[in-house]
């Protein structure tokens, strides 16, 4: 690997102090005293500080643009990838974790060279990737630029949003007719009609919405409804004194977060948890960003849900569909492994720190991802 910040000089002229070896003349050119033509070798010497300093300040300014992009244009004017010298600093580490994720928005042209004649299918995450996470899990809304170019995708290609939260208040937050939802991480989806009857009929209806378009509801946790409603009302109140705490209904499962929680009383929330979990052996606990999060004990997560959405669109077992899943959480893992297990389409993992995930490109944060969905609309329009 070429190491383009090699300087002009390994060892520039004026870092170098006066030596006790250095002859009498070049005491003199370095003090500056002396005849004409030691004054011209000392005008010749600024002149070479003048230029490394240009140097060293322009091998800085690239230090910098390196934080956003792997591949530099050095003065030769040939394209060389940068491999960082060991990472130490937080940017530098996050640099080479980039080389095995890379990003998505920088790799744009290269991921969409195979999608060509395959039907793009887009699935996001909610919390983390299409609207930022905010103090408040009620006000986690999603900005207007951010709906419109999801809009512009979704006109576009099918799009799906699979959520820990519950469809309806996933709806309340995007409001957008053309996207499919799955809320309860994927145990509450509302999919295209089906054509065919799924495996798992018992757990589906055929419905219709006001204007009269078709639609399926699957939610293959029904029958923890009621044991989930029970759950719910006995964390509220066991978990009322504990300043901070927040028990979220998400319909099949429940959200307990503990981001306003002091550290202190942490320990505290967490033993009503497991507390209340004993009571019901069908449920298990999952963790997110300072959340916890009851579940029903079933084989179904966002991977589940991401299978099932593209056997419902009528892509099952089909090598003519190229996905794409942008998430930020640990439960999209579950849909990046589905992806990388039958070798299709894109995980992409938004991640301002490096991380182990299964995701093969990466996102800064959601602020890329609306320039990855703008990138994709316009795609779409260039290329229908
Ligand atoms: O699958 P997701 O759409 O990512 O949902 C996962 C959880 O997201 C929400 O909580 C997270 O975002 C909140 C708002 O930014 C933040 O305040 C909280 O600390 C995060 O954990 C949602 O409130 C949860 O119910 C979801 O399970």
Redesign the pocket.
Known sequence: MINQFQPPHAHPPFLAPPHPKHSPRQLKILSGTGSDTDKTLFSRRIVIMVKQSIWWLYRMGLKKLLSKSQIVQPISGKIQEVEPSGPDTEDEKYISWLKEHPCALASFHQMMKPAKGKQIVVFL????????????????FMTDPMRSALNDVARRFPTA??????RD??YAFVKLDDVYYAGS?GMDIMGPPLQVKYHHDKYQINAQDEKGKEFTIFQPAQEYLPSIEKMLKELKTRTCNITGAFV?D?RF?I?V???HVLEEDYEALEQIVWSVLSDYPCFHMTR????M?IRPSIKWN?GDALEYLLDTLGFSNSSNVLPFYL???K??EDAFKVLKRRGLGYPIVVSSVPRETSASYSLHDSSDVLSFLIHLARWGETSA
Do not use: M
């Not at 949003?161 to 519950?166: D, E, K, L, N, V």
């Open positions: 995450d909610y919390d983390g990737t299409l609207s930022p996470i905010v103090n408040d899990p009620n006000r986690a949003i699979i959520s820990g939260r519950s208040k996933v991480h979220e998400n499962c959200s977060h503990y981001r997110g960003k300072k959340v999060e966002k998430g930020d959480d439960t999209d």
